[in-house]
């Protein structure tokens, strides 16, 4: 028996029916779609604007349309990894809803709070729950409507986000060149002051002040971020090809977080690689947080192939930071799906 490596088997998304457009953003807070484009390259964002749905329900679309597409029996699935930052509630985890309502009778499931890295933490999580030989099929969900915590009379801040949730299905599997290979992740503890919700949290719990105060909508100091994400990003990608024999010359695809275009591109350059080998789908999505790769491996699952290079990296809130690689294990064009 070879050594049992982790592999991806299918990728499923999901984003609300709501487009929110630069123009009609410009007619709710002081701004334009030149203004948003220049900088960060977004031109509109879906929203979950339906009463009553949270974070779950995006999540259990796209782990539904992973489970349609592959066939795996749910009753097989050994455990469900969900990142979030907006959970549907303090508790139980919004993974054990998803679980639930996908009637999932023999896993177990629990939140992952990785901010915009969380869907890389969660799936380096799930390649080590399979290379120990415990399990043998992983669902790895990223998720976030960050609509909910968007203060959207904030113009520096409102026209970045969006909603959506990716979920991609890790199994075993002995083949011996593709599958998740390498990791490097790291967190920079400084991160606090620049990204981050003031109060909702033990430290400063929810009140008339905090709620009058506007305190629970996300806070963030772009430049800085900016600065750390580019910096963090490049060389964790740099690193990762390194240590792995990876160069211009044969990494077939780079899958960064979705955050800002300028990022996307400096990453892209200090790689040496064309944009064309570049995921990029923010201007349709803006950032979701957790959902930007899985959303990203959705739309591009049709051009995949077996035995692709990929780099995945990103950055987020806490400053945390890292880059995967793993050579994909199918041929996409049968099992890509039409987006909604």
């Known amino acids: 028996m070879g050594k049992v490596r982790a592999i991806i088997t299918g990728v499923g998304g999901y984003v609300p029916d709501y487009v929110l457009n630069n123009e009609e953003l410009s007619r709710m807070v002081d701004t334009n779609d030149e203004w948003i484009m220049t900088r960060v390259g977004i031109k509109e964002r879906r929203i979950l604007s339906e009463e009553g749905l949270g974070t779950s329900y995006m999540a259990r679309k796209a782990a539904k349309m992973v489970i349609n597409k592959t066939g795996v029996n749910p009753d097989t699935i050994d455990a469900l990894i969900l990142s979030t930052s907006t959970a549907d509630y303090k508790f139980p985890s919004t993974a054990s809803i998803v679980l639930g309502k996908l009637g999932l009778k023999n896993a177990f499931a629990f939140d992952y709070w990785g901010a ?8 380096d999580a799930a390649a080590c729950f399979i290379e120990s030989g415990r399990y043998k099929k992983v669902l790895v969900i990223g998720a976030d409507k960050m609509s909910s915590m968007v203060d959207y009379t904030d113009r520096a801040t409102c026209p970045l986000f969006g909603d959506g949730a990716g979920a991609v299905l890790v199994e075993a599997s002995e083949d011996d060149e593709n599958g998740y290979i390498d990791s490097y992740f790291r967190t920079d503890g400084k991160g606090l002051p620049f990204l ?13 002040f905090t709620v009058n105060h506007r305190l629970h909508y996300l806070y963030q100091e772009g430049r800085t ?11 964790d990608c740099e690193l990762i090809a390194r240590r792995n024999g990876l160069d211009k010359d044969n990494i077939t695809w780079v899958v960064p977080h979705q955050a800002n275009m300028r990022i996307i591109e400096a990453v892209a350059k200090r790689l040496e690689l064309p944009m064309e080998q570049v995921m990029v789908n923010i201007e349709h999505y803006g950032n979701t947080s957790a959902a930007t790769i899985p959303l990203a491996l959705w739309d591009y699952e049709s051009r995949l192939r077996r035995g692709d290079r990929i780099i995945l990296t990103a950055f987020g809130a806490g400053f945390v930071h890292g880059a995967s690689y793993l050579r994909w294990a199918y041929d996409g064009m049968a099992s890509a799906a039409p987006k909604k």
């Open 116 to 123: 915009c890295c969380g869907f890389l933490y969660s799936l």
């Open 196 to 208: 981050h919700m003031k109060a909702g949290g033990s430290v400063c719990p929810p009140s008339h």
């Open 225 to 235: 971020v900016f600065r750390y994400a580019v910096t963090s990003m490049s060389d």
